[in-house]
C-alpha cells in the first residue's frame, strides 16, 4: 500500500483493457464504471500504473475470470474487483454505482412495461444479471482482511511472474 506522502507526488493511470480495445483514466472511480459496463464475455482487465518521478510501476487491479458454467451451460464470468491498495474503494465504488445504476433503470423498465408505456426503443431484460453481479446491489458484503491479504498476496505474485515474462514497461518490485 502506497503512503499519503507518495500517493501525493505520483500519477496514477487507470487502463482498462477490453479485446484490443484500450481505454486510459485518471480517475478510479471512472475506471470502476467503465470496468463494470465492459463486455464480460472479453474478459476485460484494468491496469493500474503508478508514475513516481522516472518510475513507472504497474499492477493488474480488475480482471474477469472463467469460474465453470451455468446450469443452461453458459459460461460463468466473474468480474474481479481489487481489496489491497487505497484506489481500490474508489474504483469498487464506481463499479457498484454503475450496477445500480443499470439495474434502476432496468426496474424502471419493469414497471413501464407492466403499465404499458414501455417505448419502443426501451428494453426490459433482467437476464444478463447474474447472483454473482447482483451481490453488492442491495447491500455489499466486504470480504474479510484475512481473506483478502491472501488473494492480493497471491494476485501480486501471478501479477510479478506475468509482467517479469512479457517483457511490460513496468518495474516489479517484490
Known amino acids: 500500500m502506497m503512503n499519503e506522502e507518495n500517493h501525493t ?5 487507470y487502463l482498462l483493457i477490453v479485446g484490443k480495445k484500450r481505454t486510459e483514466f485518471t480517475s478510479a472511480k471512472e475506471a ?25 510501476k504497474g499492477r493488474f487491479m480488475a480482471n474477469t475470470g472463467i469460474h465453470g458454467t451455468y446450469e443452461n451451460g453458459g459460461t460463468k464470468y466473474v468480474k474481479e ?13 464506481g463499479y457498484y454505482e454503475a ?11 419493469i414497471e413501464l412495461a407492466k ?21 453488492g446491489v442491495s447491500g455489499r458484503q466486504e470480504i474479510d482482511p484475512a481473506g483478502a491479504f491472501i488473494r ?4 501480486r505474485e501471478l501479477d510479478r511472474n506475468w509482467l517479469e515474462n512479457h517483457s511490460a514497461p513496468f518495474q516489479v518490485n517484490p
Open 9 to 13: 507526488q505520483s500519477e496514477d493511470t
Open 81 to 93: 474487483l481489487p481489496y489491497s491498495h487505497d484506489q481500490d474503494k474508489d474504483f469498487r465504488d
Open 152 to 155: 492480493a498476496k497471491k494476485q
Open 32 to 56: 470502476g464504471a467503465a470496468f463494470y459496463k465492459a463486455d464480460r464475455t472479453k474478459r476485460p482487465a484494468v491496469i493500474h500504473t503508478i508514475k513516481q518521478g522516472d518510475s513507472e
Open 115 to 135: 403499465a404499458g408505456k414501455l417505448g419502443k426503443a426501451a428494453s426490459v431484460n433482467m437476464d444478463h444479471f447474474k447472483d454473482d453481479q447482483l451481490q
Open 99 to 109: 450496477l445500480k445504476k443499470t439495474v434502476a433503470k432496468q426496474q424502471k423498465n
